[in-house]
């Protein structure tokens, strides 16, 4: 058995061990909450055993905190050292305690406790974690900046990676709503403290129109390669093409402003590439990658918006898209992919909903999908993707 150094303080009444609601057994149970002789919960977690002796850490615990541990709101480490208050307790192979000793749970070994980041129940490898942190975030205390923060990021960062990916592939031409599952992804979660949200794949598609593995593993290639160049010690100059655009834009979505809040996100999951536990992007990162953005090119941005093609030019491959009310929303080129399409909306007089790529300087937009919509194009365009 190792030894922990024991503090002086109050210690609860306590004669046995007798296991009340019992959450994880293994030869046994061996995370449980118990009473005390006078009445007080306890959560139990058994933390080492030797020679039929078992050890185990005792914290304050109540309904709500055994409810959240049971429906993975927070993970075992949390649960146990949330308090900064606990007692070893050993108990003998007869059932009986000894060693009441009252501790801060911080200071047992790493062996003794839950690895950081294990809930309760084994749960799938999110697809994208972001985890805010600043010296004032507390879980009392998130602002709805921070909040939105975290969500615009992680929207931002995907779309600009999937902009690109979906330029460059056979997926042109596809209805918007298969672009936009990439980057409106379902919230699987939140945690305060900090603040971290953590996202789900995106869903499946009704019918297959793509490879989303192969578009999923094309940007998780992206974002990682980001992630380590923005966190490599050694300082190195990004190529100067649409690749190295698009990564840098991404990671601007995703690592703190200047000054703010938030001081640094750790980012995490699938898309950060495994196998990685976290990749942490403080201010420096964020200096890093805005001298990066001014040594690139302008870059396209990638735009979403709603009305009727207009002045089909078979030659040049592109049309006209206007507003209901005739304004002009832009010149659009598209592939011979994209032509039937395009084509039959034309000859239809089909409102259709657009994403392009919009380079800056007023060069022509570039069709990237074209989807057509169940009503008639209104005479003011949403462009709810800028």
Known sequence: MWAVATRSGQWPVLSRLIPKRVMAEYDGPCLFTTFSDDGFLFLAYLCAQESGYERFLLVPASDRLVDAIEANQITLAEALTQTGWGWLVDQRPDGSITNLGAIDPRDLPDSAMPKPGNYLVVVAEPFLRLRLEGESLTSHHVPASVVKRALDGATGAVRALMGHVLLRSSAQGRPV?????????????????SFEVVFDRPPAAGQLTFDDDKAIEDITRLLSKGLDWATDPIISDLPTDAESSAIVNALAQLAPTLKGTVSSVEVSGVLAGNPRPHVRLSRETSERISQAKRRLPADVSVRTFEGLVREFDKDRLSFILRSADGANLGNVAFTEGQHDDALFAFETDRSVT??????????????????????????SPGVPDR
């Open 177 to 193: 709503d298969w672009f936009r599952r990439f980057y409106d992804l379902p919230a699987r979660g939140f945690a305060l403290g």
């Open 354 to 379: 657009i994403v392009v790529t919009e380079p800056l300087g007023g060069r022509i937009s570039e069709l990237l999908s074209l989807a057509f919509t169940a009503s008639p194009a209104t005479s």
